[in-house]
């Protein structure tokens, strides 16, 4: 194994145990959603920007995964439309408040949103975080703090309030990103490689997913969890959630 390779496993190792030991704030916020869950309430997941929709793609129609969530997957941000054209989209101030308009967020009493952003400092994720506290939705930030301090008011990479995610949501998950994202020294090249911010966003999902699951079951109810659908009987175990949920989560069908 390359001298490369090893930094970098023992680098996600290190941040996957910090973010293992989040474990009392990531219980505080599943115990919030199993809540909304039973209570028939909307529980939304946003990826603002970039690879930070991955954090949203995760957990939508996932093998182990909860079939409750409404993940807003939206086309200007994803990269499959332009990487530079999302990295544009994320940065323009009020972006976050149509997309929130056409996923309905907030039209109704009780919903639940995770923002997920790694850095947690651009537009489109201040304005979802706002916007969302404007509308009575509880939010639940996934992101760090690792970089806010380092980034000066008035960057590009900022809203223009220069507020931080961190600050704003009512729940902070620390995902525990090291500053630069990519941390690993390979000889020859002049930036650093192996990135971070997607292990650390996913695996604060699956965290969450799991403890949501434990949540619903200690109240009594079900949890509503697929399997995979390439497993003998899968389709047919999952059709019952597909159809229940099939209504309320608009990219599950």
Do not use: Q
């Not at 209570?39 to 997941?45: A, S």
């Amino acid at each position: 194994m390359s001298d490369e390779i090893k930094r970098y496993a023992k680098t996600i190792e290190g941040i996957i145990e910090g973010i293992a030991k989040e474990e009392p704030t990531i219980r505080k916020a599943a115990d919030i959603i199993a809540n909304a869950i039973i209570g028939d309430h909307m529980v939304h997941i946003l990826g603002t920007g970039g690879h930070s929709n991955m954090g949203a793609e995760e957990v939508l129609w996932r093998a182990g995964g909860l079939a409750a969530w409404n993940p807003i997957l939206d086309p200007g941000t994803n990269l499959i439309h332009g990487a530079k054209r999302s990295n544009i989209i994320e940065r323009t101030p009020g972006y976050a408040i149509g997309v929130l308009d056409a996923y309905r967020v907030g039209f109704k009493p009780g919903e639940v949103m995770i923002i997920v952003n790694a850095y947690g400092i651009n537009s489109m994720t201040i304005d979802a975080v706002l916007e969302c506290r404007k509308r009575g939705v509880t939010t639940i930030a996934v992101t760090s703090d690792s970089y806010c301090a380092k980034v000066p008011a008035g960057a590009r990479s900022r809203h223009p309030s220069n507020r931080n995610l961190f600050e704003e949501a009512d729940i902070y998950i620390n995902n525990h990103l090291p500053y630069g994202d990519a941390i690993t020294e390979v000889e020859g090249c002049e930036a650093t490689m192996g990135s971070t911010s997607t292990f650390c966003n996913c695996f604060v999902m699956n965290c969450i997913e799991m403890e949501v699951a434990k949540a619903l079951a200690s109240k009594g109810f079900t949890p509503p969890v697929f399997k995979s659908a390439n497993l003998p009987g899968g389709d047919e175990f999952n059709k019952a959630l597909e159809e229940k949920y099939g209504p309320l989560v608009k990219h599950l069908l």
